[in-house]
């Protein structure tokens, strides 16, 4: 019969690294729908009308789709941990590149910065379930970070609105830094 101290242990470390992964997931999500509610800001602070205000989400997008057909070969030559970090440290950089843009070409840039790395942690982390947990153990952990994940864009344009009311649009930015860089000493201390 198991130990029932190991077990809350055990349970403990599945729910921790599940959240953790969620968070992963999350990113590009954030990353998309939270400066959505700014879109009139920027316009405004660039002299831009909104519909190259709204290239910043393609300039992010399509980095992101073609990036994710590459993250799960650079996990398994690199390995997770590496590949997370490099993704995490790249993103949080992007991050505050978005927040202090000159002009609307930088901004697309450092989307597109933002798009290549963000997707890093859905795949890895999606790998690495794998790589830990057996059959059935890896479906219930799967279904924890989908149900976390699946909060994300419900939340991330209120979350955004709220920082762009308070803040101004930039700090959505410097919010995706702070949550990217957050992340990425989490995973650097608990990661193997």
Not at 62 to 81: E, V, W, Y
């Amino acid at each position: 019969m198991p130990d029932p101290t190991q077990q809350k242990h055990a349970d403990r470390a599945t729910l921790l690294l599940a959240a953790m992964l969620a968070g992963l997931a999350t990113l590009g999500p954030f990353a998309i729908d939270t400066y959505m509610p700014s879109f009139p800001a920027i316009a405004r602070s660039f002299d831009a009308t909104q519909l190259q205000v709204q290239q910043t989400l393609t300039a992010y997008l399509i980095p992101f789709s073609f990036m994710m057909l590459f993250h799960g070969a650079l996990t398994d030559s690199f390995g997770r941990r590496p590949v997370i970090l490099v993704g995490l440290v790249v993103f949080m950089c992007a991050s505050i590149g978005c927040a202090l843009a000159q002009s609307l070409p930088q901004l697309l840039l450092f989307r597109a910065l933002q798009g290549m790395s963000s997707g890093t942690g859905m795949v890895a982390g999606r790998a690495m379930i794998r790589d830990i947990y057996p059959g059935h153990q890896a479906q219930r952990v799967m279904s924890m970070v989908t149900m976390i994940f699946g909060l994300a864009p419900a939340v991330a344009p209120i979350l955004g609105g709220w920082l762009e009311v308070w803040f101004g649009w930039r700090s959505i930015f410097l919010f995706l830094a702070l949550f990217s860089g957050l992340l990425c000493v989490t995973c650097h201390f608990r990661l193997a």
